[in-house]
């Protein structure tokens, strides 16, 4: 099945560090979501976005709905040890198609 | 969001047999998904599990493999038939609808 393309493939940052992030699509969505994944966890829903050109802040995390619907960005600012693991986009069509397309993931690392 | 449980967490199998996999939700849902996490990879989607009717596989999967119950409104297995070791992974369900999606701990399966 498709997936989208996300980037990068890994960071190994410093804590306090800001972090950049993004993933791009050949189909529109309609919704942007994206997750974090720790070792031997399931993914958790860290920010949605539902418009087009949307920018929505969860804390230190701040996401963008790309103005094309084809991308999305992600930043987390101010990096701390436990923002470690892996980051994964996932897009959502419509009402009636709401299955996620996952993205490839980033894997984050803090050096210390 | 919901709570999700999966059973069991781990299992380590021998190729040939089947598992099934649990997943029971703390609240009554209508759409619930099963998504496949191959070693080091992304999350694919197996089907789409709504009660009351047959299971919606994706390319590349099919019910003989991984047949799918769904009795009520907050439990559902998935099994995977006459495992190979290629079907070690990680199996999650997911729920919830348009514009938002909760996964549950995952399922780390081991064929050997």
């Known amino acids: 099945g498709q997936q989208l393309n996300q980037s990068p493939q890994s960071m190994f940052i410093q804590e306090g560090e800001d972090v950049s992030m993004n993933c791009t699509s050949s189909?529109?969505?309609?919704?942007w979501l994206w997750y974090k994944q720790d070792p031997g966890e399931g993914p958790v829903l860290l920010i949605a976005?539902?418009?087009?050109?949307e920018l929505t802040s969860n804390g230190r995390l701040t996401a963008q709905f790309g103005i094309t619907r084809k991308d999305s960005f992600l930043n987390i600012s101010a990096s701390i040890p436990s923002d470690v693991g892996i980051y994964f986009c996932?897009?959502?069509?419509?009402?009636?198609?709401?299955?996620?397309?996952f993205g490839t993931g980033t894997r984050l690392t803090i050096i210390p | 969001s919901a709570v999700i449980s999966q059973k069991p967490s781990r299992d380590i199998c021998q190729r040939g047999t089947s598992l099934t996999i649990q997943c029971q939700v703390d609240?009554?849902?209508?759409?619930m998904f099963w998504y496949r996490q191959q070693p080091g990879q992304s999350l694919t989607l197996i089907a789409t599990?709504?009660?009351?009717?047959?299971?919606?596989?994706e390319s590349g999967f099919v019910i003989d493999k991984f047949p799918i119950s769904r009795p009520n409104l907050t439990f559902s297995t998935l099994t995977v038939s006459n495992m190979s070791p290629e079907d070690s992974s990680i199996y999650l369900c997911?729920?919830?609808?348009?514009?938002?999606?909760?996964f549950g701990p995952g399922t780390r399966l081991t064929v050997l």
């Open positions: 997911s729920v919830g609808g348009y514009n938002e999606q909760f």
């Open positions: 189909s529109i969505f309609n919704t």
């Open positions: 976005l539902y418009k087009a050109g």
């Open positions: 996932a897009g959502q069509f419509s009402i009636g198609n709401e299955k996620l397309t």
């Open positions: 609240s009554q849902v209508t759409m």
């Open positions: 599990a709504n009660q009351g009717s047959e299971a919606t596989y």
